[in-house]
């Protein structure tokens, strides 16, 4: 159940731990915490090759449906010329857009399924504006190192 409500705070590119939005400063660019739980995004080298994975692996399964649907569509007469256009743009195109939330879904990824002590940590974090509470949530950041 909350690795599910993780999943989809990752799809629509929310903090999986607290839910807070606005975690992007650009575009791709992810803000360095989040604003509301102060959890790190960019937590060691090389760690954005998970979203790169899911982005790739993605890419790959709309572009055989997308393929399969048009050439089962259109099956004897393949527009060959249009297909490769759809496939060249298909596999441009969608990467680039979705890279943001390639990111935060493997945040969510990596946070349900590798780092379960941030996940029991969700539960305890609040969702109003309550600063007594908040102050504790931020307490057991473990997996942070001290600025
Ligand atoms: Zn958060």
Known sequence: MLRARMMLRGLIKH????????????????????????????????????????????TMLLFIVVMAVVIIATWPDLPVVPLIVLGIALNTIFPIVSYPT?????????????????????????????????????APHSDQEPS
């Open 15 to 58: 903090c999986p731990r607290c839910g807070c939005g606005g975690l992007f400063q650009s575009f791709f660019t992810l803000r360095p915490t989040c604003l509301r739980c102060g959890l790190r995004f960019d937590r060691e080298d090389g760690y954005w090759v998970g979203a790169m994975t899911i982005a790739v692996v993605v």
């Open 102 to 138: 390639m990111k935060t879904l493997w945040l969510a990824v990596d946070l349900a399924y590798f780092h379960p002590e941030v996940m029991r940590e969700a539960w305890k974090v609040p969702q109003s504006g309550n600063a007594s509470v908040g102050s504790s949530a931020s």
